[in-house]
């Protein structure tokens, strides 16, 4: 195994203790928009899609880099969307 | 550039956490997402900057249409927030697995060398994780929206957790084998292989399932999910992906032990334990009688009352009843009686789901009170008045051994000192399990939907004392 791995490793450790300890303190009230909030995050997954749609790849590739960034930023779109949607209806007093 | 781009991912990242972290409390809860919305355009921006990048308009189109769908899609009524959430799991999880699909052709025609062991081998986590939580999300979706080609009752038989077994290890060897050599002549046709067995386990996992478990189902997806875009991160080397995905794979990890909590059981039973059979066994048997009331005398009862503990379940979704129960809420408010809203972890199709219900009625979030705050004080209420709950308040879960759900915590409804539950019909609830609750000798029933009863009830309270 390189260092690539080993750093990468590290990254992804430290990156989950760290999605441990800030999820944990999450209101229970706000558990549907953490997931549609998440769910928005990991659509980061469109860095890759980009790459493969825009690069000089063969046509068949690009096809499918496209259908993925197609579903990464539905995802992107519609789950800020939504999220910012539950958030606003979340209030304390009634006027 | 080089360092740009990094400083720009760096950003990115923290902001995420940010936008995590700020989810803490409803008051910070929409700056996380302007964090989150940043963090992911500048991450963009700066992929689309890189100089391989030169097919512009591929982008444009993929994103144009991204947006075409993405924006009706964030406008479902709030009672389709599971289902939406359960097909957006599905759009990660094919978007991971077609980018691993393509990166693995594309290394493989232009440079197998660049496919090492330790890529090939989070490339396929990334694709079999990516595919599997495709159809398996897909599934889950289907089962909510209840839709009828996805049967809704568990479907089991018997062998099924060695088939699934036996399947699991046989993509696991292939994976081994195509891990070790990727650029062997026979690899590119038996990786499809591995595509097709990911996309029929995403549907054997889920169709034992039954729909009371969609909370914790919906949550491990989203580990899922996450976790394929770690896997993806490990592939292209970048500690964006990772981290983001990081954080939403524990995020769904946390929320699915929840869930498990709530409903004391462990990931494994929720996962091939087929909860539907057990209870089947139990339907039937001695018949008993209930009491029903009317809308008028409830509505007595609750007049009198000084303090009243609303117990939603999934019912209230089905029958759209939470702007019903705002009006209720507001009736008995401005009679000065405490009102309060006892919610259950597991009450409805997904986590927190009740909760986003009520705010869209416009109840004010301070009187949602989870579970274990509210058990205290059911002894003090006068009373419970059940929505739509079944299982969530059924007391064979502290008192009968026998029970499916024996052990699982409950709202503990059958302290109140008068308990009217709503319910639709006199058949058991979804897990098909009997409730005690509606034979003690202090519950009344209002047989009828959800919104109407509760409709009648703001009726004879708003005309009653209409006058002040």
């Known amino acids: 195994m390189n260092n690539e791995f080993w750093s990468t490793m590290f990254v992804?450790?430290?990156?989950?203790?760290?999605?441990?300890?800030?999820?944990?303190?999450?209101?229970?009230?706000?558990?549907?928009?953490?997931m549609s909030l998440t769910n928005a995050i990991s659509a980061i997954a469109v860095v890759g899609a980009i790459l493969i749609t825009g690069g000089d790849y063969p046509l068949r590739i690009r096809v499918l880099g496209a259908i993925a960034l197609f579903a990464s930023m539905t995802n992107i779109v519609s789950g800020f969307l939504i999220t910012d949607r539950m958030l606003k209806m979340f209030k304390t007093e009634k006027r | 550039m080089y360092a740009v781009s990094q400083i720009a991912y760096i950003v990115a990242s923290a902001l995420f956490i940010f936008a995590l972290?700020?989810?803490?409390?409803?008051?910070?809860?929409?700056?996380?997402?302007?964090a989150g919305v940043a963090a992911t355009t500048i991450a963009v921006l700066v992929t689309w900057a890189e100089p391989s990048v030169i097919h512009h308009f591929w982008i444009i189109g993929a994103i144009a249409l991204g947006f075409a769908v993405g924006i009706p899609l964030s406008r479902v009524p709030l009672t389709a927030v599971p289902?939406?959430?359960?097909?957006?799991?599905?759009?990660?999880?094919?978007?991971?697995?077609?980018?691993?699909?393509?990166?693995?052709?594309?290394?493989?025609?232009?440079g197998p060398e660049w496919l090492t062991p330790f890529r090939m081998t989070a490339l396929i986590a990334e694709v079999l994780l990516g595919y599997l939580t495709f159809t398996g999300s897909i599934m889950a979706a289907g089962k909510l929206q209840e839709v009828k080609w996805v049967p809704q009752r568990p479907v089991t038989y018997p062998g099924q957790n060695v088939v699934n077994g036996l399947l699991f290890l046989a993509t696991i060897v292939l994976a081994v084998l195509i891990a070790r050599d990727p650029a062997a002549a026979w690899a590119p046709f038996a990786f499809p292989v591995i595509v097709?067995?990911?996309?029929?386990?995403?549907?054997?996992?889920?169709?034992?399932?039954?729909?009371?478990?969609?909370?914790?189902?919906?949550?491990?997806?989203?580990?899922?999910?996450?976790?394929?875009?770690?896997?993806?991160?490990?592939?292209?080397?970048?500690?964006?992906?990772?981290?983001?995905?990081?954080?939403?794979?524990?995020?769904?990890l946390i929320l699915a032990i929840i869930m498990c909590k709530a409903m004391n059981r462990s990931f494994t039973n929720v996962l091939f334990g087929a909860f539907g059979q057990v209870q089947q066994a139990?339907?039937?048997?001695?018949?008993?009688?209930?009491?029903?009331?009317?809308?008028?005398?409830?509505?007595?009862?609750?007049?009198?009352?000084?303090?009243?503990v609303i117990i939603p379940g999934y019912g209230m979704a089905v029958a759209q009843a939470q702007h019903k129960v705002r009006e209720l809420y507001d009736q008995l408010k401005k009679r000065g009686i405490t009102v309060k809203f006892a919610i259950h972890p597991v009450a409805g199709r997904m986590p927190g789901h009740m909760n986003v219900l009520l705010a869209e009625a416009d109840i004010p979030y301070t009187d949602l009170?989870?579970?274990?705050?509210?058990?205290?004080?059911?002894?003090?209420?006068?009373?419970?008045?059940?929505?739509?709950?079944?299982?969530?308040?059924?007391?064979?879960?502290?008192?009968d051994k026998s029970s499916p759900i024996y052990g699982m915590p409950i709202i503990e409804a059958d302290k109140a000192r008068t308990i009217f539950a709503i319910k639709r019909s006199k058949n058991p609830g979804f897990a098909g399990i009997d409730n005690e609750l509606y034979f003690s000798d202090r519950t009344w029933m209002l047989f009828g939907d959800a919104k109407a009863v509760i409709g009648d009830l703001v009726k004879e309270l708003s005309g009653g004392s209409g006058m002040h």
């Open chain 2, 83 to 110: 289902q939406r959430t359960a097909l957006s799991h599905a759009f990660g999880g094919i978007a991971a697995g077609l980018v691993g699909t393509a990166e693995y052709y594309l290394r493989l025609s232009e």
């Open chain 2, 196 to 252: 097709f067995l990911s996309l029929l386990f995403g549907v054997l996992l889920i169709i034992p399932i039954g729909g009371a478990d969609m909370p914790t189902v919906i949550a491990i997806l989203n580990s899922y999910a996450g976790l394929s875009a770690v896997a993806m991160g490990f592939v292209l080397d970048s500690n964006l992906l990772i981290t983001a995905g990081a954080l939403d794979g524990s995020s769904g």
């Open chain 2, 282 to 308: 139990k339907a039937g048997g001695e018949t008993k009688e209930y009491k029903s009331e009317t809308a008028e005398g409830a509505a007595q009862v609750l007049e009198q009352s000084s303090f009243v």
């Open chain 1, 12 to 34: 992804f450790v430290l990156a989950s203790f760290i999605g441990l300890g800030v999820i944990r303190k999450v209101s229970r009230l706000l558990h549907t928009p953490l």
């Open chain 2, 369 to 399: 009170v989870e579970m274990d705050d509210i058990n205290h004080d059911m002894p003090q209420a006068d009373v419970a008045l059940v929505v739509g709950a079944n299982d969530v308040v059924n007391p064979a879960a502290h008192t």
């Open chain 2, 21 to 34: 972290h700020w989810m803490n409390t409803p008051a910070t809860a929409r700056k996380g997402v302007y």
